[in-house]
């Protein structure tokens, strides 16, 4: 159980061009979803946190407008990039968290395969 | 500023042996500490949680200390096995928001 994928989990485009990644809760509705990115051989930096049927709340620096997060049901969240640059570059990796119950389970994250974004 | 910081970034050590690996927290006053596995190439697996009123939990092969007063924790692996080579992160949750704050990883390397 608590299965997260992510789609794709590698895509190369063009500067300027606009990149949407799928996050998915696959066995459990996900009520808060979480979207990181990592550069190589660095930790895990939180992007924004996603609630459903509600505005995603963006960590201090990360532009909303360029980083936009939708989450439009209990299973799926979008992230898309746009206009990409060479900088943006990165693994970007979502994460679920189940039901909203009470209990060190609340804060278990599952977090899906990532994808490997490249900006050329 | 807030900090959290891990040993090192590599630890090489033999199979059969016991790896531990160290956390250290500066200005957080964490609710919860967990640690997690990354591959290569892939998100992170959650391993166990500690609150902040436990001093110990284990799991199998894998046990964590959790130390507020000295800001840190402690992750063992008893009889460490080749495929437990991997990073593993530690991070902290304050309160009840559950936000993950991740420590810099440490890469572990269990050879024959």
């Known amino acids: 159980g608590a299965v997260v994928s992510q789609h794709p989990s590698r895509v190369i485009c063009k500067s300027g061009t606009s990149v949407k990644i799928e996050c998915r809760s696959l066995?459990?509705?996900?009520?808060?979803m979480f979207w990181y990115r990592q550069f190589p051989k660095k930790s895990l930096m939180l992007m924004a946190t996603?609630?459903?049927?509600?505005?995603?709340?963006?960590e201090q620096g990360v532009e909303k407008d360029k980083f936009l997060i939708n989450h439009a049901s209990l299973t799926l969240s979008t992230l898309t990039v746009t206009s990409a640059h060479p900088e943006d570059s990165s693994f970007y990796i979502c994460?679920?968290?189940?039901?909203?119950?009470?209990?060190?389970?609340?804060?278990?994250?599952?977090f899906g395969p990532g994808t490997r974004l490249t900006v050329l | 500023s807030q900090k959290i910081e891990q040993n090192s970034e590599a630890l090489n050590i033999q199979e059969g042996k016991t790896a531990t690996l160290t956390c250290n927290y500066t200005n957080y006053s964490p609710a919860y500490l967990q640690w997690y596995r990354q591959d290569p190439g892939r998100g992170p697996v959650f391993l166990l949680l500690i609150r902040e009123n436990e001093k110990e939990k284990r799991k199998e092969r894998l046990k964590v200390t959790f130390d507020t007063t000295l800001k840190q924790s402690l992750f063992h692996i008893t009889a460490s096995q080749p495929a437990d080579s991997a990073t593993y992160l530690c991070?902290?949750?304050?309160?009840?928001?559950?936000?993950?704050?991740f420590g810099t990883g440490t890469r572990l390397q269990v050879t024959l």
């Open positions: 991070a902290l949750t304050t309160g009840t928001a559950s936000k993950l704050t």
């Open positions: 994460s679920a968290r189940d039901s909203p119950g009470t209990g060190t389970s609340f804060h278990e994250q599952f």
């Open positions: 996603s609630n459903e049927g509600s505005k995603a709340t963006y």
């Open positions: 066995d459990f509705q996900a009520t808060t």
